[in-house]
């Protein structure tokens, strides 16, 4: 039985199709990348899931129950948090605050802003930021912001993460960093995840399966070793091999 | 929910509460009718302070509440001869029914958007007023009472305690947390399960109460309300001028504020009046340049231990 799935979604902006008929399921603690090239609706994707946006049609379920036409934060109660591809911390508030928030209204709802703020404590120390913990989210680095996205998401208590593009523009040293903190923090948690990323590197040693988008079209899915061999993939990355045919 | 211990903010705060209070009772009524218009701008500042300072959405019609609770005193007082305890309950029950209705509607816009929907509501709520005779269509509407200017103070007084203690508790509770990161980044609080709609709803409908209540003692202190006078937009920009140089969302700031705007205010009220509104404007430019924070984020940053304990 599939945790998350979605059926046949399809999104319109005005007269361009952003999404057409992408169906995808997520099962319990797995993680399933996404890739594509720019504009191809990864995004979107996300978005529509999250409840940022409304899917013009198709349905999404998560536990079997439809929550297509719910609002972000009321879809935060059934366990599913997204991170912001440009991360949008609460800038004047500490990196903790910034968790206590995500503690406080997430799925848990919780009431106690002291137990919130030392659930936060024990986050940030999880993500290797327990040193950063009174700083004020506008003074942190790029790196430290989309670590800080990321466990604001954790914060929720979601079950189910979509990460849009936590591991872009990060330096090689850093990657790395991310990548092992990404893997530790799944061992431990063992949520499932929907991660759209451009860096190959981090996709293909996190996904067990990976889904690839082009022009809003599911063209190919399967495990990261044969996705890289992928004809229909080569071809919408790099262009066809042989112009003529 | 359990009440957290409180802090040496407020009981600061508490303090010069009860200083107000024995000022009042011991040095008599030309000591109290300084102070009574003191609390009446702290309690204005302490309504805005709900809305612009806490949400950060930029109230520029905040004067229509005043205005609002200002004619229900004047009207239940002045027709039906009724107690100015209960104009006052009036106004501030007004003052929250009229800010559920309109939230509704302008809690949607955002930014300069939300700021020009206010402005817009001031002028249309003015022109209902000059429509209706029962209101003193554009005149004035006044009553005599009995001087009673204990009565009349420590009623402002009141609801600047309450205020303060409410402004002190919800920063600290859980819709402060929420209320503090839409403020930040409203998208983001959805994201992370805030209901920006519902929050904004409270705090807006909080303003709308208190901002009620003080107008409705302000008509209670001058006899009376006159049309164009109750709509000055000069009550906006000041209540606005309050909570910046104070210090927006904090419990001290609006308290603070309505001192520094005041009391200058009150002697250059005797001597070269045009230079008040003046000197404010300037004040409030230098503080949005240099100072964002206000007093309240300058004592912050200059010494540690403040910054722990100053809210």
Request: glycine share 10%; with cysteine.
């Amino acid at each position: 039985m599939p945790f998350l799935e979605a059926h046949n979604v399809s999104k319109n902006f005005g007269g361009v199709q952003a999404l057409k008929d992408v169906s995808l399921d997520l099962p319990e603690s797995a993680v399933l990348g996404l890739i594509g090239p720019n504009g191809s609706g990864k995004s979107t994707l996300l978005n529509v899931i999250a409840g940022v946006e409304k899917p013009t049609s198709g349905i999404v379920k998560l536990d079997g129950k439809r929550i297509d036409n719910l609002r972000t934060n009321r879809i935060i109660r059934y366990g599913l948090a997204k991170t912001h591809q440009i991360p949008k911390p609460f800038s004047n508030m500490t990196a903790r605050e910034n968790l206590a928030v995500a503690v406080l209204y997430g799925r848990r709802n919780i009431h106690s802003p002291r137990f919130a703020l030392e659930e936060a404590d024990r986050i940030l120390s999880m993500v290797r930021m327990g040193s950063r913990k009174d700083a004020l989210a506008d003074s942190l680095t790029v790196q430290e912001k989309k670590r800080l996205e990321l466990a604001r998401a954790i914060a929720t208590g979601a079950s189910i993460l979509l990460l849009d593009e936590v591991f872009a523009g990060l330096s090689p040293e850093e990657l790395k960093d991310s990548i092992q903190l990404f893997k530790k923090l799944h061992e431990e948690l063992h949520f499932s995840a929907l991660v759209v990323e451009h860096v190959m590197r981090a996709v293909l040693s996190l996904s067990q399966k990976v889904m690839v988008l082009e022009e809003g079209r599911v063209i190919a899915t399967g495990s990261p070793d044969e996705i890289v061999h992928d004809e229909k993939v080569i071809q919408a990355y790099l262009g066809s091999k042989n112009p003529a045919t | 929910m359990k009440i957290e211990k409180p802090g040496l903010t407020l009981y600061g705060l508490c303090i010069v509460m009860a200083l107000l209070a024995s000022a009042a009772l011991l040095l008599g009524v030309a000591v109290s009718s300084i102070l009574l218009l003191l609390l009446i701008y702290a309690a204005l500042a302490y309504s805005i302070n709900f809305i612009t300072g806490m949400m950060g959405y930029v109230d520029f019609g905040h004067v229509l509440f005043m205005a609002i609770g200002s004619y229900a005193l004047a009207t239940l007082v002045s027709y039906y001869g009724a107690n100015p305890l209960l104009g006052v309950g009036l106004g501030a029950l007004l003052g929250l029914v009229f800010a559920l209705g309109i939230g509704l509607v302008i809690l949607r816009f955002r930014g300069v958007y939300f700021a020009i929907a206010t402005v817009v509501l001031v002028l249309a709520a003015y022109n209902i007023v000059l429509q209706f005779p029962q209101l003193g269509a554009g005149g004035e509407i006044i009553f005599n009472l009995t001087f009673q200017p204990l009565a009349t103070y420590f009623t402002i007084w009141t609801i600047v305690l309450i205020e303060i203690v409410l402004t002190y508790y919800v920063n600290r509770s859980r819709i402060g947390f929420g209320i503090r990161a839409i403020k930040n980044e409203e998208d983001a609080a959805s994201s992370v399960g805030v209901s920006p709609r519902t929050l904004k709803l409270t705090g807006y409908m909080l303003g709308g109460l208190f901002g009620g209540a003080a107008g409705a003692v302000y008509a209670w202190s001058i006899s009376g309300v006159t049309a164009g006078p109750a709509f000055d937009f000069t009550f906006s920009l000041l209540m606005l001028a309050m909570i910046i140089i104070g210090g927006v969302g904090t419990s001290i700031g609006p308290l603070l504020g309505a001192v520094v705007v005041y009391i200058p205010s009150y002697f250059l009220l005797t001597t070269v009046a045009q230079a008040q509104p003046l000197m404010i404007g300037l004040l409030v430019i230098i503080m949005a340049l240099f100072l964002p924070d206000g007093i309240v984020g300058l004592l912050r940053r200059s010494n540690q231990r403040l910054r722990l304990v100053l809210e």
